[in-house]
């Protein structure tokens, strides 16, 4: 275990005052009473620091309180915070939505802007519906093919789209969930989908890809609007790549069958993984080299605004505007808050940060460096199965035996566990999920700090982190 460097003083006992449990406590009781944040730090009403290993939910990209980033946000909010879209052009929202574009290389054409990673699923959803309507006649593509388990949203039809089943356990025996156009497929996860431990790459992908086309053989591949992923599976999953040719593969057989493609990159996209955009170095080719798999839909959000306003923002390929423009067709679509100017202030804002600052290039350096803490620092624990990730999104899983990768039973929640552990006792705060072994089963927590890190405080955090899950699991025993 990494031990602090002698230049951060830290004392590593209780932390955190955490209000004291009573039958009448609800989870928000439960919680400390946050004070402000301050660059990577979360700081209580009792002064209390905590350092921010996650940004939340992978939202804050570049630390808290940037005073660049409020006086651009102030100064829209000064000028117009709100305009209907279907009344006014709004400068912000162009001037975002032309760097937006550029951004992509002029992959992807078109972009609306909105409030959650939510509402730019549903958004994606419907539009892929509408698409095959402008161009098919007796249109019968109502089909949509996902991934389990996965996580897209918290609406219904988000919610539909996601194998996330504890997020989903609530509202199964109401039929309100549209799982009748709703398709999954075992999700590509190398370490617990391997048959055996020597099966090669080529042949678990060529298997993987094989269980896509048996969904779209048996659905009808006329039946297919679009098949819907995470490039890297975030909450779900805890930071899960995809292995060299899946996503190549994917992208053939969408076009193959006429299916949309489309990427959900509301946690791993905007310079997380290591590129702006997730799909811009997705693959690696033989020599590797990286390779763009272009979608034909994408949605971004948490890092796009980094936090200083809700935002996210549906991306649009050229096989949809180039229907649009020919045939004067329009997306039958709007939210009261769509194409906010200050949502675009906030956007232009904090990708010009990370633009000026190079800090997707830093999500890489950093990348390495926490990659080797955690694996140094962690790895060779008798409790954590797997690490994985890329750029500066990192996922450990947690399992009962390394060997065969049995999971702890659901009800220890020990994910839960370390995650207080670490921000209680150690002042680190990480994100936790469960589920990421099927049907609920499986723990993991994510490291998903800021671009901008230092390499003290990425020492800081594997350190608190190792400590709480030392911490834990000396408790636990033999559980």
Not at 149 to 168: E, Q, W
Not at 226 to 234: D, T
Not at 268 to 280: I, P
Not at 354 to 359: K, P, T, Y
């Amino acid at each position: 275990m990494f031990t602090t460097p002698s230049t951060v003083d830290r004392d590593w006992k209780t932390v955190i005052a955490f209000p004291k449990k009573s039958s009448s406590s609800s989870i928000s009781d439960l919680l400390p009473q946050l004070a402000k944040a301050k660059g990577h730090y979360w700081i209580t009403t009792t002064g209390s620091k905590i350092l921010d290993a996650c940004g939340g939910a992978g939202v804050a990209c570049i630390g808290h309180g940037r005073k660049d980033v409020i006086k651009a946000i102030t100064k829209q909010m000064a000028s117009c915070s709100y305009a209907s879209y279907a009344h006014f052009k709004l400068g912000p929202v162009e001037k975002l939505s032309e760097w937006l574009v550029e951004s992509t290389g002029e992959r992807m054409r078109k972009v609306y802007l909105m409030c959650s990673g939510s509402e730019a699923i549903e958004a994606a959803l419907k539009l892929s519906l509408e698409f095959h309507s402008w161009t098919t006649p007796q249109n019968k593509r109502i089909n949509f093919i996902t991934g389990t388990p996965s996580y897209h949203g918290t609406t219904i039809a988000s919610l539909s789209a996601s194998s996330h089943f504890t997020r989903r356990l609530p509202f199964l025996s109401s039929g309100i969930l549209l799982e009748s156009h709703f398709h999954p497929i075992p999700a590509c996860n190398p370490y617990r989908d391997f048959l055996v431990n020597e099966e090669p790459t080529q042949d678990y992908v060529r298997r993987k890809l094989s269980e896509l086309e048996s969904m779209f053989l048996r659905l009808g591949p006329e039946t297919v609007a679009a098949v819907i992923m995470e490039p890297i599976v975030g909450a779900a999953l805890g930071c899960v790549p995809p292995p060299p040719g899946y996503m190549r593969g994917v992208k053939k057989m969408c076009g193959r069958y006429g299916a949309l493609l489309v990427f959900d990159e509301v946690m791993c996209g905007m310079g997380r993984s290591g590129s702006l955009h997730a799909w811009q170095s997705i693959e690696q080719n033989e020599r590797e080299e990286v390779e763009e798999v272009v979608p034909d839909l994408q949605t971004v959000g948490k890092g796009f605004t980094g936090g200083y306003t809700p935002g996210s923002a549906l991306l649009v390929g050229s096989k949809i505007t180039e229907v649009m423009e020919r045939e004067g067709r329009v997306f039958t679509h709007g939210h009261t808050y769509q194409n906010n100017p200050v949502v675009a202030a906030a956007a232009l804002a904090v990708q010009g940060v990370v633009e000026r600052e190079g800090l997707v290039g830093k999500v890489n350096e950093n990348g390495a460096v926490l990659e080797r803490l955690l694996r140094d620092g962690l790895g060779g624990h008798p409790h954590v199965g797997d690490i994985r990730g890329r750029g500066l999104f990192w996922g450990i899983e947690f399992v009962k035996d390394k060997e065969t990768k049995e999971p702890f039973d659901v009800g220890l929640n020990v994910a839960q566990m370390v995650h207080k552990r670490a921000m209680k006792e150690f002042g680190v705060l990480v994100y936790n999920g469960q589920g990421c072994a099927g049907e609920g089963k499986g723990d993991h927590v994510m490291v998903m700090p800021a671009y901008d890190i230092s390499v003290d405080e990425l020492e800081m955090m594997v350190d608190g982190l190792g400590k709480a899950v030392e911490s834990v699991f000396e408790k636990l025993g033999g559980n």
